[in-house]
């Protein structure tokens, strides 16, 4: 079992519906959860960043973390095509100088 | 936010010969470079901590020989891939770390090696 679950989609929704991603994983000593986005043959960009459990909004975006339950998620909302990427969850144990473990990724596709 | 550069974008080697990649953080300094490997439709899979003035860590099942890592300033981290072979192409990418937090881990544009 892999220790961060993403599905890989591709998930396709249309122009100005929420997407809705989401990660499980199994290393409770995770505490850092983060949300990239990829574009194809470019490298990752941060979009969220989380500490422990909780809520935190950006824009049109939103990340929810619940450690109890090992899961984290991703809300666009108002999605456009220029999302259209791949969705990548990370997170570390800790903070300075840790490393990330990703998860498998989530195509994006929205249709205009 | 934070600029990693990584060069070069796009490189093709012949099997058997070495392939250097850079990666410098353009308007930071970076004690600390991790390297990571994606292959098509897989996620990054980190390959090795570069730290700077010390040797890299190495991931498990990550031939150090192979891959040569080297951090020799605070804005410069290179990864030498030697002898290529066809197995070894892939997208390379880069990431640097920016004020200390793993929330601020920048990421290079990534270097695609093919190997013929």
């Known amino acids: 079992q892999k220790e961060v679950e993403q599905d890989p989609g591709p998930l396709s929704v249309p122009e100005g519906a929420i997407v809705s991603l989401n990660c499980t994983y199994s290393?409770?000593?995770?505490?850092?959860f983060m949300w990239y986005r990829q574009y194809s043959r470019k490298g990752p960009e941060l979009l969220m960043y989380?500490?422990?459990?909780g809520n935190k909004e950006d824009g049109r975006f939103t990340a929810q973390v619940d450690k109890s339950s090992k899961y984290i998620s991703l809300f666009i909302r108002d999605s456009q095509p220029s999302d259209s990427a791949t969705y990548l969850c990370?997170?570390?144990?800790?903070?300075?100088?840790?490393?990330?473990?990703f998860g498998g990724g989530t195509r994006v596709l929205v249709k205009p | 936010g934070a600029v990693v550069s990584q060069h070069p974008s796009w490189v093709i080697c012949k099997s058997g010969t070495s392939v250097k990649i850079e990666c410098r953080s353009l308007?930071?300094?970076?004690?600390?470079m991790f390297w990571y490997r994606q292959f098509p439709k897989q996620s990054l899979m980190l390959m090795a901590t570069?730290?700077?003035?010390?040797?890299?860590?190495?991931e498990q099942g990550v031939e150090k020989d192979k891959f040569l890592i080297n951090h020799a300033s605070l804005t410069l981290s290179t990864l030498t891939v030697t002898s290529a072979h066809p197995e070894d192409s892939s997208f390379y990418i880069c990431?640097?770390?920016?004020?200390?937090?793993?929330?601020?881990?920048?990421f290079g544009e990534g270097s695609r090696l093919t190997v013929l």
């Open positions: 990431s640097a770390i920016a004020g200390g937090r793993a929330g601020e881990l920048f």
């Open positions: 290393n409770s000593a995770f505490q850092y």
């Open positions: 989380t500490y422990s459990s």
């Open positions: 990370a997170m570390s144990v800790g903070a300075a100088g840790n490393k990330l473990t």
């Open positions: 308007d930071f300094q970076a004690t600390t």
């Open positions: 570069s730290n700077e003035g010390s040797k890299a860590t190495y």
